[in-house]
């Protein structure tokens, strides 16, 4: 069953469209600036994916479910040929969406992320979260200083606190983290489908471990029309990292 997207827009209409798709803890906030300096060519559409920021909620968090649920926000707004970029989880999200559904779409991009399983994950920050004990949280500075215990990264604690929400009741988190934790193998691996012919362009970080010499026969298989491009001094969030490289190198692929 899918899910209603929250998502925003930005661009004039008359343009192409791209739909952004964000990655694990992340939300369509985290793309704005990026979707800005793409609104001058494209009409950008930043969505939620489900269990995430404004989107709806569900116990089922797999690929196939996030896949199912972007062909529906396709067809319920009516948008024709877009151009996908997803990132991380987004991005196999795209994926899947390619292999299995395969609606038309113009070039696409897939930044820091392969059609493969991983063995790494992110245990150790869903556990930090999920652990966190928001009847006890005055304010924002005490979450961020009970974080700290386990997740010591300053940067990477206030990416995950944008999902700590007040209410009339107290914090809450706005992402669905017993879907989440429920979902770890599904997330971490990837359901392969037939392999897809559209246009795209792996963008990878080069300080990030996520594309690795070793995936590229692996992403040829599995995407033949497919290019590899890497932005040096770039972890695994680019857009936050290096947001003017990528920019300029989605525009010189996109368009």
């Not at 269990?51 to 009516?78: P, Q, T």
């Not at 996908?84 to 969406?97: D, E, F």
């Not at 929400?165 to 359901?191: C, K, M, Q, T």
């Amino acid at each position: 069953m899918t899910v209603p997207l929250n998502f925003s827009s930005s661009g004039d209409s008359s343009n192409p469209p791209v739909i952004v798709l964000h990655g694990l803890f992340g939300s369509s906030s985290n793309w704005r600036s990026v979707a800005g300096q793409l609104s001058s060519r494209f009409q950008v559409f930043c969505v939620d994916i489900r269990n995430h920021g404004r989107s709806g909620w569900s116990d089922s968090m797999g690929y196939l479910d996030m896949a199912r649920d972007l062909a529906a926000f396709i067809a319920e707004n009516r948008i024709d040929r877009p151009r996908l970029i997803g990132h991380s989880m987004g991005g196999k999200a795209v994926m899947a969406y390619l292999q299995h559904h395969g609606g038309p779409v113009g070039r696409s991009a897939i930044i820091d992320i392969a059609p493969v399983a991983y063995s790494h994950d992110h245990d150790h920050l869903i556990n930090a979260l999920n652990g966190l004990d928001l009847g006890r949280i005055a304010s924002r500075d005490e979450a961020d200083r009970a974080l700290s215990v386990k997740i010591p990264e300053p940067p990477l604690r206030q990416f995950l606190l944008q999902n700590l929400v007040r209410r009339s009741d107290g914090f809450a988190w706005r992402i669905n983290l017993d879907a989440i934790s429920g979902s770890r193998a599904e997330l971490f691996g990837y359901p392969e489908g037939r392999p897809s012919n559209a246009e795209l362009l792996f963008i990878r970080g080069g300080k990030s471990d996520y594309i690795q010499p070793q995936h590229f026969d692996e992403i040829a298989r599995q995407f033949p029309h497919s290019s590899i491009r890497s932005i040096e001094d770039a972890g695994h969030w680019v857009h936050a990292e290096k947001p003017r490289e990528l920019v300029e190198m989605l525009l010189g692929f996109l368009d």
